[in-house]
Nanobody, 122 residues
């Protein structure tokens, strides 16, 4: 069992930065693939970034590539999403997720956090 709690969201001007954190509990965190997704109002949840186990390979959505970075600290049971050069279209609720054979599809994740709001003003 894995429980996830996101933090770090907020209001930022376009061009600014935020770092989201996702604190995980559960002994199986170190073996889980961790992903970030987002959902804007009236839209479907979409993939943002993934850190895959066991390879450590990271993959990003084209819309955030070069601006966002996913990382994790196993010792602290935490995964991060550093978001730079934010744009108004990045406004959404951001969710972290954990899964054991997960990919870029939200359906491949077993556990989800409650989400944190990110709002980027123009």
């Amino acid at each position: 069992q894995v429980q996830l709690v996101e933090s770090g969201g907020g209001l930022v001007q376009a061009g600014g930065s935020l770092r989201l954190s996702c604190a995980a509990s559960g002994r199986t965190f170190s073996s889980a693939t961790m992903g970030w997704f987002r959902q804007a109002a009236g839209k479907e949840r979409e993939f943002v970034a993934v850190w895959q186990r066991p390879s450590g390979r990271t993959t990003y959505a084209d819309s955030v590539k070069g601006r966002f970075t996913i990382s994790r600290t196993v010792a602290k049971n935490t995964v991060y999403l550093q978001m730079n050069s934010l744009k108004p279209e990045d406004t959404a609720v951001y969710y972290c997720a954990a899964g054991y054979y997960a990919t870029t599809s939200p359906h491949s994740y077993n556990y989800w956090g409650q989400g944190t709001q990110v709002t980027v003003s123009s």
